[in-house]
Structure formats: C-alpha cells, structure tokens
C-alpha cells in the first residue's frame, strides 16, 4: 500500500504564509499525479492544484497567482506553498495522489489524513 503523510497546516493571520509538505511512502512501484485538496468547514472538498509525473501543474481560479505546487519525485514528497492567504482559505488540506503499489497491477487513488489550516481576519 502507499501512505501519505501530510505536515505544514497551522493557524496564520489574513497575508500570511504556510507550506504544506505530503511524503508518500510505502510499497510504492509508480506515482503519477500529486495533488492538493481542500474542505472548508460544511462545505465539499474541492481541487487546489495538481502536479503531474512530468512538472505540469494546475491550479483552482480561486489560489491561482497565490498557492504554487511543487513535488521531488526523488523523495516522492508533493509541496504546496501558499502566500498571500485569505480567511477563505480555511479549510482541512488534502494529499492525493495516484499511484500504483507494488503488490497492485493497476493504479488508484491514495489520500492522507488531513491537515488544518486556518486563516485569521
């Protein structure tokens, strides 16, 4: 199987900064895309931004110019760094990604268990 393990989430005041790190670890034979998640409190979890195998990254309109995704696929760790953050921005931050375990013929998807952020007006 393959774990992901999220860190970085805290409490930082409207114009702050805060770089949330996921490493995947595990039986991992191939990891294609990463990606962050978010959950505002009572509402669904939606994309932040992705990153796949190869660099190319995607963001959602509301962090774009703001949160930038970055990953070392040597260390198999994904990176979100977000700046200029907004009281909206607060939410439980997801890891996902897709990956193949070595015990596994085909590839599915992995998520971590969630790391708060919150953002004081």
């Known amino acids: 199987q393959v774990q992901l393990v999220e860190s970085g989430g805290g409490l930082v005041q409207a114009g702050g900064s805060l770089r949330l790190s996921c490493a995947a670890s595990?039986?991992?034979?191939?990891?294609?895309?990463m990606a962050w998640y978010r959950q505002p409190p009572g509402k669904q979890r939606e994309k932040v931004a992705t990153v796949t195998s190869g660099g190319s990254t995607g963001y959602a309109d509301s962090v774009k110019g703001r949160f930038t995704i970055s990953r070392d696929n040597g260390k198999n760790t994904v990176y979100l760094q977000m700046n200029s953050l907004k009281p909206e921005d607060t939410a439980v931050y997801y890891c996902?990604?897709?990956?193949?375990?070595?015990?596994?013929?085909?590839?599915?998807?992995?998520w971590g268990q969630g790391t708060q952020v919150t953002v004081s007006s």
């Open positions: 996902y990604t897709h990956a193949r375990s070595i015990y596994e013929m085909g590839f599915r998807d992995y």
């Open positions: 595990g039986s991992i034979f191939s990891i294609n895309t």
